[in-house]
Structure formats: C-alpha cells, structure tokens
C-alpha cells in the first residue's frame, strides 16, 4: 500500500543538462554550480539527467570512465550534497567487476549514499552494447518523509515497472533520462500519464543537444517535467540547458490517491498471463 506522505512539500530541483561529455571534472563543475542555484532556491533535492557524471554517447569512453558505487566521482558528488546542503541525484556508468551498469545514485545532504540503481531496460544497439541490465526493478529510499524511487529511462516506458514502484509505495520516482529524437511524446504525453495511472509525482530529467559521432549520434530533446498524480505537468523545460524548480505537494498527493481508484480497484488475479 502506499505510503503516508509527510505534511510539508519537498522542493527539487531538475538540471536540464548534457553537462560536458567525456569530461568527469568539467560535469563535477557544473553539478556544484547547479547545486549552489538549486540550495539557494530552497531545493531539498537535485536531480541530474542519465549518464551525467561521463556523458552518453562517448563511445569507449563509457568504459574508461566507469567506476564503482563508492568511487572517486560518488566522494566527489558526496561532497558537493553536503557543502550545499541538498540531496543528489546523478546518473554514471557503474563497474562491478568486469560489469558495466547504466546507473543512477541517490546521496542525501549529509553525503551518505542512499541507493543505487542499475537500469534494467537497455535502449537500441549502442546500450545493450555497453552495458549489462540490471535485475533489481524497484529500488527505493526515504528522503524528506517521502518514499522515492529510481529508475532510469527507457524503463519509465514499461507501465509494469512503475506499477511495481506504485504497489511498493513510491511517492516520487526519479528518473534521469537521456531522451532523444524523434521520441518527444514519451516526456509530452507518456510520463504524465505514468504519474495518473501510479498515483505517484516523476520527476523526469533529460540531457539537451547533439552529442556522440556516426551511428552513435543524438539529438536531445530537453522537455524535461515533474508530473504530478493527477496527470498535470507542474514544471516543465523548453529543449536548453535550464535549472527547472518545483514542488512535491504531499496534500495533493494525498488527496489524489483518495480520489483516483486505480490501485484500489485493481483485479490482479486476471493479470497473471501477462507474465
């Protein structure tokens, strides 16, 4: 069921960003600034795209620059969290072995790692390619009385996968992303309607502009938003670089789940084939 959300709203911030691709100090340099902009707009939490740390498309790269959950650039990323004071959200390539993972961490305002999640739906040729999936499909943590869960991309894309964050009691789903063109509908149309259907806010969080070479070339969409349980789209990012700012309201929250019956009215017993 899910969870009793807290009285008072959870201010995050959105950094609508590619950062500097292939370039793990320079991107460290703009998260710092952002989180410096989002502390001083009373953001609790700051919430960065997929891959931020590295960058996407940068071929080999993806591999060289991988490390482990408490490695150099999570102390790094620690550090920036606690000397403004705001929880952090960024995505990196994660090594756990000879394994390679598309991952997201989530490190409070303290600097402590929270959770660590390994994205377990890999997007086209050039991901499935450079990473192994995750099997771990809803990894949570509790931040500012709200039950908040990761996940990455693609997978926001499979209504099972936030279905399964919404029966585990998820009140924000995170999601960096790496959205790309011509697929725009999914950030317009697709993650409010995930939001209405799961009676949970997502805060969906995307990279801007060209990046990569050849066939691993992309175009960034922007568009990022933060999509509330009745299917409204309280902040929402044009196709820049831009520190988008907006609330978690637990009333509404609150309020919607009383209204809207989906969970309560579903028949679980029909859905077994699906599987």
């Known amino acids: 069921m899910p969870s009793s959300p807290p009285a008072q709203p959870l201010r995050i911030a959105l950094l609508q ?35 931020f740390l590295t960058g996407y498309a940068i071929g080999e790269g993806v591999h060289r620059l991988a490390e482990s959950a408490d490695g150099d650039g999570a102390d790094a990323v620690a550090d920036i969290a606690a000397r403004h004071g705001l929880g952090i959200v960024y995505g990196y390539p994660e090594r756990d072995g000879a394994q390679v993972f598309n991952s997201v961490q ?26 192994v999936p995750g099997q771990q499909p809803v990894v949570q943590a509790e931040l500012g009385g709200l039950r ?45 309607v995930r939001a209405f259907e799961s009676q949970m806010y997502i805060a969906y ?26 299917g409204a789209t309280r902040v929402r990012g044009g196709q820049g670089e831009e520190l988008l700012v907006g609330e ?5 929250l609150s309020a919607s789940r009383e209204t809207n019956p989906y969970l309560r009215d579903r028949r679980p017993g029909l859905y077994g084939s699906l599987a």
Not at 108 to 116: M, P, S, T
Not at 177 to 185: D, K
Not at 248 to 252: F, G, H, I, N
């Open 17 to 51: 960003s590619s950062g500097r691709p292939g370039s793990v100090a320079a991107n460290l340099t703009v998260l710092d600034e952002a989180a410096g902009r989002a502390a001083a707009a009373g953001a609790a939490l700051l919430v960065t795209s997929e891959m």
């Open 148 to 192: 908040v869960g990761l996940m990455i991309c693609y997978d926001v894309e499979f209504p099972e996968n936030v279905r399964a964050h919404a029966l585990a009691g998820t009140d924000l789903l995170l999601v960096p992303t790496a959205q790309m063109h011509p697929f725009q509908f999914v950030a317009e149309s697709l993650v409010p």
């Open 248 to 252: 978690v309201d637990p009333a509404l």
């Open 205 to 230: 969080v995307n990279r801007t502009g060209p990046e990569g070479e050849g066939a691993d070339a992309f175009e960034f969409v922007g568009l990022s938003c933060l999509a509330s349980p009745d």
């Open 106 to 131: 989530l490190i409070d305002a303290a600097g402590a790692r929270l959770a660590n999640y390994r994205k377990t739906h890999l997007f086209g040729g050039f991901e499935q390619e450079a990473f």
